[in-house]
């Protein structure tokens, strides 16, 4: 076991060393100049040429990267004398649009993300599973026909739909929901506001994630009720609800759970379209702005970062694929 | 003789889009303790869907089954048509226990063995988890698994198919049942396995002084271990008998037709002697003999009946009965001579 992490951990590392490698080099063949993008309204050469040479634009593109790299490691610091200013370490640059580090920006970012992730996960596993369990229990009766209905609806509304009906309707027409102004208060600071904060982006990722759910895991159940080894547990005389939660439904946890990982994965690279419906100053929020305004060391910052969470999640996933199923075997 | 299973004028229909389909159309079979009654025939011709009737694994609401199945549980027979689920439930694994055609797939792929074979325990005797890992472990060294404290911890995947098959028969073995259906226990297995799956399975026979119904469309398994035999075509059986009269005076065209297509090593080069055309489709029965259409030996039929009437179950001894219209002395002729011809 430790052995499989190690060498998945050093292929991890290998990968997003050439995630980086590839988005750096796309970025310095952008036709334009990452100087004068960091330059104000009253701009000079003298400034451009001065932020060239503080942000290392000025040397090679090798250099550039390795002192990048070296960045995420030792910290970085830009300018000399009385003008410079350190990113301690980790650092992933230095956005001048918003005169910060990226790492303490995404350090921003980054818990309003997984909240949201995290929350609109547990909820449209719940539902999402509950649902699929019911609509396989009473196949083509009424439970299975109005929980397609409700598949069918929540998988052809786009999130942006359902984020601004839900936003219109019980925030503000009902007022069941306040509009938060306070911004982003942590779980444990205070849990009431907290929920009340995600409670709505929380839904609108849940109906549209659940609606995938509730498919799979009808479709799997019903799969997994016709092989061989259902019947057998049927022929030893076991109950018919013992054969579904035990027999039937320990079969499909392996491939949900691979499921759930993945698209949790791919919600923390960001959740664009509900974290600016609700204006969640989250990662998704954080990349779309930076790319409108050529915040280059923003957008390879959260490139990566994206890169990262999907390759350890993909262990994370390897790892429980091989505790729930035993004829998978790491090696 | 103590009568375990007793199944009379069996009919199972499936609702289908293109139309009820009769796979079981009027079976009447016996099984007695400590012998073993095959059931041959090809895919489709109902021998495995009469056993599952046995088992009542069919779903209610999709399958149609009139007739009755009289199954004896320690004693008192219940009629396994007409019970409720729970009390099916209560016999399945119990009095009755099946083993399944492919071992690979028949056991959880995600549970211990020993566990899986407990369950099958404690389903009847509940709480006894004790008494149940000690009985499956005997159970395992019963049919021949070496170290079964160590395998019982394992997994199926890390079994070999005929040791999953020794598994599916010492889990069917748990509550020491007097019936046991086996269906197709050797097909999927190598001829090696199978002969050894077979004897094991005669040798647990003895000891549990069971009565088998063997579903298989293997004449040589059918040759090593069964008592009598049951020939179906079509949903019905067509010719029943003691094993030596099916094999060496068959009086069914059918039965006929089977035993001349197996295959023989003596002759070289030889086409395999196949029936010709397929088995009809269950839904839309032609009125007459449903294997009038293949048959070789109509033109025999004095009535010229075979288009027009079902021939009945009919026979001169009591335990060999058979289904056709040619009359039975012309047959007997006939067919012996076929058989010798074959047979060189």
Known sequence: MLKFIGRRAAFAAMTILIVSAVVFMIFSFLPFDPASLTCGQRCTDQIVEANRVRLGFDKPIYEQYWLFLSGIFAGRTYGAGSAAFTCPAPSFGYSFNENACVTDMIREALPITISLAIGALIMWLIVGIGLGIIAAKFKNRWPDTSSSVFVLLATSLPTFVTGLALLIWVTIKWKLVPLSLSGYTSLIDNPFKFMQYFILPWITLAIAYAAIYTRFTRAALLETLGEDYIRTARAKGVGERVVFFKHTLRAVLAPLITLAGLDFAGLIGGAIITETIFNLPGLGRLTLRSVYEFDLAVVLATTILAAVVVIVMNLIVDMLYAVLDPRVRIV | ?344
Not at chain 2, 1 to 21: A, Q, W
Not at chain 2, 73 to 79: A, C, P, S
């Open chain 2, 1 to 344: 003789m103590t009568e375990l299973l007793r199944i009379e004028d069996l009919h199972v229909s499936f609702k289908t889009d293109d139309g009820m389909v009769r796979a079981v159309d009027g079976v009447s079979l016996t099984l007695n303790a400590g012998e073993t009654v095959a059931i041959v025939g090809e895919s489709g011709s109902g021998k495995t869907v009469t056993s599952l009737s046995v088992m009542g694994l069919h779903k209610k609401g999709q399958a149609e089954i009139s007739g009755s199945i009289s199954l004896s549980d320690h004693g008192t027979f219940k009629d396994v048509v007409h019970l409720s689920d729970d009390e099916i439930r209560d016999i399945r694994g119990r009095a009755v226990a099946m083993i399944f055609q492919d071992p690979m797939s028949s056991l959880h792929p995600y549970y211990k063995i020993g566990s899986q074979l407990a369950e099958g325990y404690l389903v009847h005797n509940r709480g006894k988890k004790k008494e149940a890992m000690a009985r499956a472990l005997e159970m395992l060294d019963l049919v021949g698994i070496p170290e079964p404290a160590k395998r019982a911890q394992e997994f199926p995947h890390q079994f070999s198919g005929g040791m999953r098959q020794r598994v599916m028969i010492a889990m069917a073995l748990m509550n020491s049942p007097q019936i046991l259906i086996a269906d197709e226990p050797t097909t999927a297995l190598d001829v090696t396995v199978q002969a050894q799956i077979l004897a094991l399975l005669s040798k647990l026979k003895k000891e549990f002084n069971m009565g088998i119904l063997l579903i298989t469309h293997d004449l040589g398994v059918v040759a090593q271990v069964a008592d009598r035999v049951n020939v179906m075509y079509a949903g019905r059986i067509v010719e029943e008998g003691p094993v030596d009269d099916i094999f060496y005076s068959p009086l069914a065209p059918y039965t006929l037709g089977l035993l001349k297509s197996v295959p023989r090593v003596s002759k070289n080069n030889e086409r395999l002697k196949a029936i010709p055309g397929q088995p009809p489709s269950l839904i839309n029965l032609p009125v007459g003999c449903p294997f009038a259409p293949r048959c070789e030996y109509k033109q025999h039929s004095s009535e010229a009946g075979c288009n027009t009437t079902r021939p009945a179950l009919l026979g001169t001894s009591s335990t060999h009965r058979s289904r056709c219209h040619v009359p039975e002395k012309l047959r007997h002729e006939l067919f012996a001579k076929e058989l010798k011809e074959v047979q060189g």
